[in-house]
C-alpha cells in the first residue's frame, strides 16, 4: 500500500547526504513519471470515448443516411421476426382446437398488435405495422395468404426459416429474382 512505501521510504537513510538526494530524486521522478503516466491514460481513454460518441451520435451526411438505413433495416427485420413468431404460435393454437376462428389477413391485423407486444419484454404496446410485416414476410416466402378470400395458408415452420431465406438469397444472387422483388411492395395491402 502507499502508506507502507511511505513509511519504508522514511526509514531508508544513506551515510552521505548525495545518496540521499539521489534516492530523493530518484523516487520523486518515479511518482512524477507514475502522474504524467496516469493522466496520459486518462486523456486516451476520454479520447476513445469522445470519438466513439462522436462518431455513434453525430451522423452527418451520407453517414446519417447509411446510419438511418441501417436502423431502419433493423426495425423491419425485427417487426418481421416478432410477426413471424406470433403468426406460429397463433397457428398452432387454431390447429391444436383452442379456437375456431379463420386466420384472415384482415383478422390476424386486428389482434396482431396485441399479439406481437406480448412476444416483446417491458409493458409498453408499440404500434406495429402488420400490413407492410405481411408483405415483407409474404416477399420472402415465409407466409402465404390465399388469393380469393386473404385466409392465411401457411407460416413458414421455425426450422425451415433459414433454408428458406438462403434459397431467396440464392435466386437473387443468381439473378433469377430482383432485389427489388424483396422490397418492391414495402407498406400497399393486397
Given at each position: 500500500?502507499?502508506?507502507?512505501?511511505?513509511?519504508?521510504?522514511?526509514?531508508?537513510?544513506?551515510?552521505?547526504?548525495?545518496?540521499?538526494?539521489?534516492?530523493?530524486?530518484?523516487?520523486?521522478?518515479?511518482?512524477?513519471?507514475?502522474?504524467?503516466r496516469?493522466?496520459?491514460?486518462?486523456?486516451?481513454?476520454?479520447?476513445?470515448?469522445k470519438?466513439?460518441?462522436?462518431?455513434k451520435?453525430?451522423?452527418?451526411?451520407?453517414?446519417?443516411?447509411?446510419?438511418?438505413?441501417?436502423?431502419?433495416?433493423?426495425?423491419?427485420?425485427?417487426?418481421?421476426?416478432?410477426?413471424?413468431?406470433?403468426?406460429?404460435?397463433?397457428?398452432?393454437?387454431?390447429?391444436?382446437?383452442?379456437?375456431?376462428?379463420?386466420?384472415?389477413?384482415?383478422?390476424?391485423?386486428?389482434?396482431?398488435?396485441?399479439?406481437?407486444?406480448?412476444?416483446?419484454?417491458?409493458?409498453?404496446?408499440?404500434?406495429?405495422?402488420?400490413?407492410?410485416?405481411?408483405?415483407?414476410?409474404?416477399?420472402?416466402?415465409?407466409?402465404?395468404?390465399?388469393?380469393?378470400?386473404?385466409?392465411?395458408?401457411?407460416?413458414?415452420?421455425?426450422?425451415?426459416?433459414?433454408d428458406?431465406?438462403?434459397?431467396?438469397?440464392?435466386?437473387?444472387?443468381?439473378?433469377?429474382?430482383?432485389?427489388?422483388?424483396?422490397?418492391?411492395?414495402?407498406?400497399?395491402?393486397?
Amino acid at each position: 500500500s502507499i502508506i507502507s512505501f511511505i513509511a519504508v521510504l522514511g526509514s531508508v537513510k544513506f551515510d552521505s547526504p548525495r545518496l540521499d538526494l539521489v534516492a530523493a530524486i530518484s523516487v520523486s521522478s518515479l511518482l512524477l513519471r507514475t502522474f504524467f503516466r496516469y493522466s496520459n491514460k486518462l486523456a486516451r481513454y476520454d479520447l476513445l470515448v469522445k470519438t466513439f460518441l462522436t462518431s455513434k451520435i453525430a451522423h452527418r451526411g451520407p453517414g446519417a443516411v447509411k446510419y438511418a438505413t441501417s436502423e431502419a433495416a433493423s426495425q423491419r427485420a425485427l417487426r418481421a421476426a416478432l410477426t413471424h413468431t406470433w403468426l406460429l404460435q397463433r397457428k398452432m393454437e387454431t390447429k391444436s382446437g383452442e379456437e375456431d376462428s379463420i386466420l384472415t389477413r384482415e383478422g390476424l391485423v386486428k389482434e396482431g398488435i396485441n399479439g406481437v407486444n406480448e412476444l416483446m419484454p417491458g409493458d409498453r404496446n408499440i404500434n406495429i405495422d402488420l400490413e407492410a410485416a405481411f408483405n415483407d414476410l409474404e416477399d420472402l416466402g415465409l407466409i402465404i395468404f390465399s388469393m380469393s378470400d386473404q385466409q392465411l395458408v401457411y407460416v413458414c415452420e421455425e426450422r425451415k426459416v433459414a433454408d428458406t431465406l438462403k434459397k431467396k438469397w440464392g435466386d437473387m444472387l443468381d439473378r433469377k429474382m430482383s432485389f427489388s422483388s424483396l422490397v418492391g411492395r414495402r407498406n400497399q395491402s393486397v
